[in-house]
């Protein structure tokens, strides 16, 4: 995360990749503009060691470049694209993948953003969604695409786990057997993942047969609560199709958010990895605490939980640094815990170096049917939190004192 990909050489010698704060590049000659262009626009093949060259900012820069050869590094995947924000990732991605006419197969509960836009956007081109919960089997979900008559035209297999708020899981190579079932040698049903919650070193989904990672590069990857960005990853060959689509939308990230972002990602496994030590900690505080009925964090999970633990062992590599619990009470208590906080950060967001609380009922997840609300257990008196890297000490304290001591 230093240095891959980066040539001093080419930047004066600077020790670390400057901001190409550039709209476009000058050529060398024209012939060299029209190789580039030639690449660019898929009209030929790379040859072999030829590198993409550098036409204009939409298209490329170095920032974006060097920022994304690195991020395939903890996904293990071909290639990435960087988008201007998480939803201008997933919005791209849905765009390139779906068609009128087409179904698409997502888990809920979802992102509000991503819920929102295949919800009530996607279904003006005429894109139907089939939304499935979890614990529901691979039967169960095969059953409910075909009796909504999506058997032929579904697209996509698109999900999210752990789930935001509750930390249910959803198995991602089960995901993937489905979107095989309803794949044929007409067309290839994709399944996409929005890893987000578990950021890249926790979960890679492309391991378990996923075909797209998404991410909010706004939380654990910026992790500074300071910049706005996304990020797709996987094979070559679809990924072109991203980086196309992303082109003619003009939703890259800025050669500065690209920038921030390499500054992140030197830092990103020692901040996730104090997160997800303070989070264990902060768990273990809130699961003996009289005031508290309920904690979800992935580290509660034993093999009583049966399917919950399989899936775990199976797909995640930590218990992350995401912890939801019930308070006893309701909206007064949560409200007046939220209200008494004095180091954590009432704020929205997640995986960032501080710590921040909300209260998903009313704020990330208002929008969400009340029938819904009720069945996922997102009530009145649960309060989410995102665990910084602080001394876990203060938080306690802080924690502690806002359950009322
Ligand atoms: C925040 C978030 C998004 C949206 O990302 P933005 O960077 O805010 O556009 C998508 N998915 C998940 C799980 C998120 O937490």
Redesign the pocket.
Known sequence: MMSYGYKPALSEGAIKCPIFQTSTFVFQTAEEGKAFFEVAYGLREKQEGEELGLIYSRINNPDLEILENRLTLWDGAEDCAVFE??????TTVLLEFLKPGDCILISSP??G??DHFIRKILPKFHIRALTFTVGQSKQDVIRLVEQAGCAESLAMVYI?TPA?PTNDLIDIEESKAIAQHFSNQDKEVYLAV?N??MGPLWQHPLQHGADLV?Y????YLGGHSDL???ACLGSKSLMTRVKGLRTFLGNMASPHTGWLLLRSLETLKIRMDQQARNAEIVADFLNGHPKVEKVYYLGNLTAADGRAMEIKDQQCLSNGAMISFDIQGGAHEAYQFLNSLKLIKLAV??GSTESLAEHPATMTHIDVDTDLKTQLGISEKMIRLSIGIENAKDLLWDINQALGG
Do not use: F, P, Q, V
């Open positions: 924000s998480g939803m201008a990732a997933i979802l992102y953003g991503s999210e935001n929005d987000t919650y998404l909010s590069a706004t939380k706005i960005a996304g967001s997640l």
